[in-house]
């Protein structure tokens, strides 16, 4: 399919690109269209961070994605790094040794950007221009800071309010959108478009442009902190938030980073930056994280036990990082009921909720929430997630994208997950993090067997990719590994040398499915609850002379209100949907007293019935059953053994068509 942009001779070449600047080098018209059956092609970055120097109070990541002043003044160290990076403190806790290197960004480039190095701009435009001509055509940039970080660290320039700072860099990447329009005479003419919402984001692709899409990562959204597990921020402020971040453009989104919060508990790091992060968690909340044995085969990371001075010498007197239980590996924080009630905030604005960086026992709650309404807006973007639950991401209509690690461990890793994405007919993406502080592939070396050879063919075959230069620096991915943004292309053809062909064209797959997950999120509409205010009965119901707890309560609406059985094994709760209907799904909210093993049972009469559903092992909560749809007009949760010495207690009982 033609596109109006390839309709112009050598539209992806600016008319006045600033100079001096860094070269893109890469020749041929990037790819346009869809292919045979309608869809679009192209690699999705679905975790980045183009605006991250503004966050943190501005002075942690040096230099810009972009300026006015050109390349000099964009790639230019922070000044209290001058003469030998001495002062660069931040590279103690995160790279190491003594923090010294060479200032200079343009024209040189002596020391940085590495692919080690985790302080300084990866996200020049130009280089992000490469990765979109070697054939990238959705990036996500999430919007992040952390108030914490910014006020402990020594150097900053300006507030550390996250909310502030997310609306700073959001403006920003409106100004490089501009900034890149500038180039190719006027508004709406660059490659690098912001979208916000999923025909948008085709449109943009198959002019065979970048569809930039707005998300927000950071520790305390909406003021939502906490203080010695006392919540920061009510209902209001999480909608208001909502509402403003909407119209911001943002589409996804975390609801923890790093630190617990007043939404919910995070996955914890390791090594000697958990212990440092571990660190801001106190110095934000009052409390260091707590761990307890895991329920389920999910767990969190192991806490780092790593020495962190830097860190440490922030803590008031007397006030030492705890040690933990090896086998305790699991956060105590879930999601709260405000995080609950953000969850389904977002769900009303059709937006898509990043799982990573939630605990488990977060995450699992909000799988719990998003299979109740079947809601495909779920994503994890760089591999902080357990991989346990991928399938069940994949089963809700969700996208998932690995982290950008080295071509051997990408591989092994997209492989280990082959067979689900067939099952799902889905494609891969990945998450570079670039400027996320994070760390990327490091270089295979010169003398490997299968280096990466110079030039090299995109994967469409359209365009020949040569060695990214800038100034008097050369990058050579055998050598430099994943140093900045422009390397992208070289480490998918490196991903191709070591993987295979195979994985490359599963990533080349991932920008029409992080597009079915959007769109799908966008068209969703909440299904009708059949059982609502229908008739219901039970085989017993707990008796209470001051609250009733008869089965009717468990589809009045109100999940203040509950029906409760008997204290033994073999009961249930029958709902009359009043006429043959078709049924699908089933929805129990337990209350603690809730069912281990049970069945979803069926009947046209009420007298004959069979089971489309079972489980054994159940483990309260939100549970959703999903069978092949049956026609019937009487839906009975059949309890076989509790979970509890109590009897079965459910809050509220669904029953949708779809």
Known sequence: MPSAASAEADWWTPTARPSPDAAVNVTGEPFTGTDANGRVRGFVDAHDHLMANEGFGGRLICGKPFSDGGVADALKDCPEHYPDGSLAVFDFVTKGGDGKHDPNGWPTFKDWPAHDSLTHQQNYYAWVERAWRGGQRVLVNDLVTNGVICSVYFFKDRSCDEMTSIRLQAQKTY???????KMYGGAGKGWFRIVTDSAQARQVIQQGKLAVVLGVETSEPFGCKQILDVSQCSRQDIDRGLDELHALGVRSMFLCHKFDNALCGV?????????????????????????????GPQHDHPIGLAPAPGAQKQLPAGVTVPSYAADARCNTRGLTELGEYAVRGMMKRKMMLEVDHMSVKAAGRAFDILETESYPGVLSSHSWMDSDWTERLYRLGGFAAQYMSGAEGFSAEAKRTDALREKYDVGYGYGTDMNGVGGWPAPRGADTPNPVRYPFRSTDGGSVVDKQTAGARTWDFNTDGGAQYGMVPDWIEDIRLVGGQGVVDDLFRGAESYLRTWGASEQHKAGVNLAAGASASASSAEWNPFTSYAAGRAVDGSTGTRWA?????????????????LVKRVTLDWERAY??????????????WQTAWSTTTGDGGLDTARFNGVSARYVRVHGVQRGTQWGY???EVGVYSS
């Open 649 to 651: 207690s459910l809050h």
């Open 565 to 581: 059985s008997d204290w033994s094994d073999d009961q249930w709760l029958q709902v009359d949907l009043g006429s043959a209907a």
């Open 595 to 608: 069912g281990k093993a049970y069945r979803i049972e069926v009947s046209a009469d009420g007298a004959n």
């Open 267 to 295: 996955r914890f790091d390791e090594g000697a930056l958990g212990t440092a992060i571990n660190v801001g968690q106190f110095l934000s909340t009052g409390t260091f994280w707590q761990t307890e044995t895991c329920k």
């Open 175 to 181: 100004e490089m959108q501009a900034y890149v329009d």
